[in-house]
Nanobody
Framework: QVQLVESGGGLVQAGGSVRVSCAAS????????MGWFRQPPGKEREFLAAISFDGGSTRYADSVKGRFTISRDTAKNTVYLQMNILRPDDTAVYFC?????????????????WGAGTLVTVSS
């Protein structure tokens, strides 16, 4: 059982930046592709970014490409999402995800484990 715990959400002004983190269970972290999804108020959950088990490959949704960056630190069993140039429509609950499959599969929604989510609110 992989446990994922997000942190780093909060209130940020439009145009600003925030980094959210996801701490994973040590035993399984290196075997999984990791990623981030978000769910805006009243909308469905959507894929944002994924990173391969070795950190060598990444994939992004078009809506965040160039603004968001995913990374992982194996020594800390943590995956990050750096979010820049934030807009009010980036307001959402951000979820960490893990899959034993590929980052392409994660982009299509194949997720084995979810974190509880962390709220990011972008004010105008």
């Amino acid at each position: 059982q992989v446990q994922l715990v997000e942190s780093g959400g909060g209130l940020v002004q439009a145009g600003g930046s925030v980094r959210v983190s996801c701490a994973a269970s040590e035993r399984y972290f290196v075997n999984f592709s990791m990623g981030w999804f978000r769910q805006p108020p009243g909308k469905e959950r959507e894929f944002l970014a994924a990173i391969s088990f070795d950190g060598g490959s990444t994939r992004y949704a078009d809506s965040v490409k160039g603004r968001f960056t995913i990374s992982r630190d194996t020594a800390k069993n943590t995956v990050y999402l750096q979010m820049n140039i934030l807009r009010p429509d980036d307001t959402a609950v951000y979820f960490c995800a893990a899959t034993p499959s590929t980052i392409q599969a994660m982009a299509w929604g194949e997720v084995s484990y979810w974190g509880a989510g962390t709220l990011v609110t972008v004010s105008s």
